[in-house]
């Protein structure tokens, strides 16, 4: 899937970067061009980025609401 249109880049990509060692936006900016345009697609390789460093594909975003424990 395409996420920054910009620059046709897809979130497989940003995974492949993120795991070769871009841990921020403006790495993964660097490795593959993805978010250096209108900036749209920012959040997205923002929580991809989190989802590879966390191991977890379906990690939440840093900024996810907490889901409340049941007691
Ligand atoms: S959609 Fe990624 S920079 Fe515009």
Known sequence: MIVC???GVSDRT??????EGSASV????FAC?????????IDAIRQ???SES???KDAPAPNAPAI???A
């Open 68 to 70: 409340a424990a049941s």
């Open 48 to 50: 991809i980025i989190h």
């Open 14 to 19: 940003i995974r492949r970067v993120a795991r």
């Open 5 to 7: 249109h910009c620059n």
């Open 26 to 29: 403006a790495d993964v900016g």
């Open 54 to 56: 966390s191991g977890r």
């Open 33 to 41: 061009g993805a978010g250096t345009c209108c900036g749209g697609c």
